[in-house]
């Protein structure tokens, strides 16, 4: 090899910076975006979860005489139950067909049930439920990349 061939054979340094540099801001600029996505899937997940426990809590108040869950929601919609919703029967349910949804925001399937729902503070972690009037509701602070608060969807 001629002392010509071996000078042409490699990159030199200020090319090898300048890809490195085009990586750099190709990388900055793509990686917030897999972020912001990953964020947007688990909003609409949340959605989604709300929508069947929803919809289930809504087919066990129509099959129930006008009656909503207790606070035993949990097994009151995955379980079968009679008409009365206390005991454990054949004849109505189970509503939701696998394991209660985990609310993808935290993780917690845990459902605190109570007379009011009120605004999270902090430290709630799975679902709010309201006893009284059905209301269901993600228990956890902050808002999605819609803007829109997890706890008001």
Not at 57 to 82: C, M, R, W
Not at 85 to 90: F, I, L, M, Q
Not at 99 to 106: E, G, L
């Amino acid at each position: 090899m001629s002392k010509q061939d071996r000078k042409n054979a490699g990159f030199t340094l200020v090319e090898l910076l300048i890809v490195v540099i085009i990586l750099g801001i190709l990388a900055a600029v793509v990686i917030p975006q897999f972020n912001t996505a990953a964020a947007e899937s688990k909003e609409a997940a949340l959605a989604s979860n709300l929508a069947t426990i929803r919809q289930a809590v809504e087919l066990y108040k129509v099959q129930h005489n006008d009656a909503f869950p207790g606070s035993g929601i949990v097994d009151q919609l995955t379980l079968s139950t009679d008409v009365d919703g206390a005991t454990t029967g054949t004849k109505y349910g189970p509503y939701i067909r696998n394991a209660f949804p985990k609310n993808p925001i935290d993780g917690d399937s845990t459902v605190t049930a109570a007379t009011s729902i009120s605004t999270p503070s902090g430290t709630s972690v799975g679902w709010a439920y309201n006893t009284v009037n059905g209301e269901f509701r993600a228990n956890v602070d902050g808002a999605g990349p819609s803007g829109v608060n997890y706890h008001d969807l």
